[in-house]
């Protein structure tokens, strides 16, 4: 008999389609996957409160990989199964170092009790506002008068949002001075209007190490990981993983990493993938 084949798909640019949602289609053959007795998840920037409505049409059973990988959540029992997170003082040098006149950046965070929280100041800014605005009543959301990072708290990351010139150098003068304390990641969003993001995360929390501590609760080796990907924050999972998979859609750094190009996120390509291997 088979083993079971294990899947791990991003999900903005990759599994979900550019209005946020997927097919008839996909979730019939993810479903199938699953019903058959493989392996299916998903590694992605979003927490599991973002991510879950816009697929939970299809079953997923196996631990997530969220935060870029500062978290793995069980979609079965809510539990945090696992976390990398930054301390207080970490984040809260950021914060005092770097005056933010030009930025409204949001800190996600788990409070002394380990629930998820995301603090941030009064929004003024489209990119920070959109953001927010996107997510609705989402009840992680605090708006404080000063942002910093409470006593006891665990940081998931900090989250800036604007122009490309601004976050380049925000980007270098953070990691020149932090360096290997931090991982910082700037990229280019798929849906703030030219917007770019600029992630501060603990060392271990990005998909690489991410996936890399999936594979371990799964009792599985990386190298059976079929994952699919379409940005630069998809490169560490990439580099964890035994097959990659970039989307026709996906950026050429990504493509020039993969051991296979296919269709794009508009042309439901994960799902034709792993239906062609059932």
Known sequence: ????????????????RPDRTVSTYTVEVLTAWVEAGNVLSFATARSAVGALPMVNAIPWRSPLVVYDG?????????????????????INQVLH???????????????????????????????????????????????????????????????FIGAGTELTALHRDIHAQLGNRIHSHLMHDLYLDGDYTLDISHPHANKHHGTLAWAAHLARTADEIIAFGDNLNDMGLFSAVGTRVAMGNAVDALKARADVVIGTNEEDAVARYLAALM
Request: proline letters at 9%; a negative charge.
């Open 1 to 16: 008999m088979n083993s079971p084949r294990i899947a791990l798909t991003d999900l903005d640019g990759t599994l979900l």
């Open 70 to 90: 500062a978290l793995l959540y069980d979609p079965l029992s809510h539990r945090h199964l696992a976390s990398q997170c930054l301390d207080a003082d970490t």
């Open 97 to 159: 170092d770097y005056p933010l006149t030009h930025s409204e950046p949001l800190l996600f965070a788990l409070d002394a009790e380990g629930r998820e929280r995301v603090l941030h100041t009064p929004l003024r800014l489209p990119g920070p506002q959109a953001f927010r605005n996107t997510r609705g009543d989402d009840p992680r959301f605090l708006e404080v008068a000063e942002l910093y990072c409470p006593a006891g708290w665990q940081v998931l990351k900090l989250l």
